[in-house]
């Protein structure tokens, strides 16, 4: 079983270096940048066109309302000014309320402006999303902006997470559930000292693993990343202890 | 007239500032205190061969005067000991000369006649400490979200107009805009005062940086050190020559350019990690190479003959900073970049990686600055054996000068190697003067 994981995997990352050096070759002489990395949330490896999609799957991967979310690779046929537009939002996401919602990522601030200069692939993409029952969502940088801080912890966070791909981290993860039984409000310093210090990396990356999951609430939009982020059992796993 | 010495002619037995005597100042008053304290400090940064600029700017002392108080301390006592600090007498007479500089004047102004004329026009008005205090938001009345230079012009203007100044006086007279007057004396207010200008905006920089990534704007903060890291090769303009055993002869044969590798931190301007490759083009292996010298807490680099490399990483300074991994690297499109090798070690570190568009220096300049400092400082000068000119009438062949100089690759890399390691210990005006490797220790 190890050995087929591992197969796929390298399966997995084969084909997220010919999509990257597809992304770069499609680039050409244009200027802007080529993302790629791991999202374990979405457990894909992205290769993405400009930074503000990339911070926004940062912010996907660390969003606790965001349950799971898909890059959609199809275009989906809406119904634009002028007549049929092909359409294709940036992001599919499902929240932890069971709602679907589509998001769009554009780089400028004024929603309104954009509204308007974008008018037919953003008239397409919301009634495509009205027909099918689903919640359309601009993202801009204003957006981006107001989450700089969650986005720069979980930059670490999936860095961490994507170092430790290879390990089981289901140990960790129960033995920094019995940390945080024990005491409800802990900070991160408590759950390494509870434990060796040579699984520390992966002691953190199990904790990101569990905010992701929302079994643990932390301070990570508020505090930068560090030893005393606060974390807290949600109140669903209190419950159903 | 009073006697100078230049800290030049002080031979270096007496330059010990620890070991000169003190006068026993427990009887002055507070003001003959402090203005003993402030020369005995410029005296001994000066001996310290602290730059003058800073000396002068750091006490308010002319370094005339700072030279008048080392020739007083260089006399001796009866006994022949140097008076020293005692030389500093309580009564010590400061003398405060203030150059005084007409304003501009006539309907287009030069530039020299220009020149520090809006700081004049500042200080005359008493504008100055409100433009300070406005620059660095310390009044919350006046503090506004982001400070652009065209809203401190515009206030500017204002505050002028409602003074009487009329446009065909100065600073609307010039042909120097006003703007770009403002702009660099703003620069040099948040670079003076940068501690306190990031404790302000630091919060609206971090908002900033979001803006620039998605490319607004220009940078104005650095990330948290080991955040994010620049990688990049560069080819080491020098020539090699390599000893080969030929039926048991020992030849020397020119052998082809090395390429250097590095990888730097935005956020501490340190080195983490280096290779050199002894290739015309840099190999994926080098680079993995270069990934785990910074990684690998216990990796030894090595000199092509098998000798340890001279200490340039954080780690070989200071033991505690040993072993880096970082969250985003940045680099360019080069072959080797999306190679799997490249990918499958960045994936064992979790690292992103961010392809800037081809031809976009500017988008990693900290390891561009590196590069260009390396290579002008230690490789350009080097003959170089790309050259055409073999004949006779510009001297001797490179390849043959370069046998002539003996500089094999073992020379190269450890000219590459030390630059970077004066890189990391050096200060850095980018770091409020401090070196990489202390921004990394704190």
């Known amino acids: ?241 | 007239v009073t006697s100078r010495l230049c800290r030049g002619q002080v031979a270096l037995a007496d330059r010990r500032t620890w070991e000169w005597q003190r006068p026993d100042t427990s009887g002055w008053t507070i003001a003959q205190q402090q203005r003993y304290q402030r020369f005995e400090r410029a005296l001994v940064d000066y001996l310290a061969n602290e730059k003058v600029q800073v000396i002068e700017k750091r006490y308010s002392l002319r370094i005339s005067q700072v030279q008048e108080q080392l020739a007083r301390a260089m006399t001796k006592d009866v006994k022949g000991h140097l008076l020293g600090f005692c030389a500093l007498i309580p009564s010590l007479h400061v003398r405060v000369q203030k150059r005084v500089k007409a304003m501009p004047a006539g309907p287009n102004p030069s530039a020299p006649m220009c020149k520090g004329g809006l700081r004049r026009l500042l200080d005359d008005e008493d504008l100055y400490d409100a433009l300070e205090a406005r620059v660095l938001g310390a009044d919350a009345r006046t503090r506004e979200a982001r400070v652009t230079v065209l809203s401190i012009q515009k206030w500017l203007v204002t505050e002028l107009c409602e003074r009487g100044y009329k446009p065909t006086d100065y600073p609307f007279t010039t042909k120097i805009p006003l703007y770009s007057s403002l702009s660099r004396l703003l620069k040099r207010i948040k670079q003076e005062n940068m501690a306190a200008y990031l404790k302000v905006y630091g919060q609206g920089l971090q908002a900033t940086n979001l803006d620039v990534m998605s490319g607004k704007g220009s940078r104005m903060a650095r990330p948290l050190p080991l955040e994010e890291v620049e990688i990049d090769e560069h080819k080491l303009h020098g020539i090699a020559v390599v000893r080969i055993m030929v039926d048991g002869i020992v030849k020397k044969v020119p052998a082809e350019r090395a390429v250097g590798i590095a990888i730097i931190d935005r956020g501490s301007h340190s080195v983490l990690g280096a290779a050199v490759c002894l290739n015309p083009e840099a190999k994926a292996e080098a680079l993995v190479e270069a990934m785990r010298s910074a990684v690998g807490p216990d990796h030894v680099v090595k000199l092509p003959s098998g000798q340890p490399a001279p200490p340039f990483r954080p780690g070989d300074f200071d033991p505690a900073l040993k072993g880096a991994a970082w969250s985003v690297a940045f680099i360019d499109n080069a072959k080797i970049h999306v190679g799997d090798q490249y990918l499958a070690a960045a994936a064992r570190i979790g690292s992103q990686t961010c392809y800037g568009p081809i031809r976009s220096w500017s988008a990693r300049p900290n390891i561009e600055n590196l590069f260009s400092r390396l290579v002008r400082g230690k490789f350009d000068r080097l003959p170089s054996t790309t050259s055409r000119f073999t004949d006779s009438k510009r001297g001797q062949a490179p390849a043959d000068r370069a046998i002539a100089h003996e500089i094999d690759h073992d020379k190269i890399c450890l000219a590459f190697y030390k630059v970077l390691g004066q890189a990391n210990t050096g200060t850095n005006r980018g770091l409020l003067n401090q070196s990489p490797i202390q921004v990394l220790s704190d």
């Open chain 1, 1 to 241: 079983l190890l050995i087929l994981e591992e197969q796929t995997m390298a399966h997995d990352l084969l084909v997220s270096r010919y999509e990257l050096r597809a992304a770069i070759k499609k680039r050409g002489h244009r200027k802007y940048d080529v993302w790629t990395g791991f999202a374990p949330k979405g457990n894909f490896y992205f290769s993405l066109d400009g930074t503000p999609n990339c911070l926004h799957l940062i912010w996907m991967e660390g969003d606790p309302e965001i349950e799971s979310y898909t890059i959609p690779t199809q275009i989906a046929v809406g119904e634009g000014i002028e007549g049929p537009a092909g359409t294709m939002p940036d992001a599919i996401c499902v929240l932890r309320s069971g709602a679907i919602e589509w998001r769009e990522v554009k780089t400028h601030d004024d929603g309104d402006k954009l509204k308007y200069k974008h008018s037919d692939q953003v008239l397409a993409q919301t009634r495509l999303a009205e027909k099918m029952g689903v919640t359309w969502r601009l993202v801009t940088t204003a957006d981006l902006n107001k989450q700089a801080l969650l986005i720069r912890n979980w930059r670490q966070g999936l860095a961490y997470i994507w170092a430790a791909q290879h390990f089981d981290l289901a140990p960790y993860e129960s033995d920094i559930r019995c940390v945080l039984e024990s005491d409800r409000s802990s900070i991160l310093q408590q759950v390494l000292d509870a434990y060796t210090p040579e699984n520390e990396s992966l002691l953190i990356a199990a904790t990101f693993r569990l905010v992701q999951k929302g079994e643990i609430t932390s301070d990570l939009a508020k505090k930068p990343f560090g030893l005393d982020t606060a974390l807290l059992l949600s109140s669903e796993q209190r419950g159903a202890k």
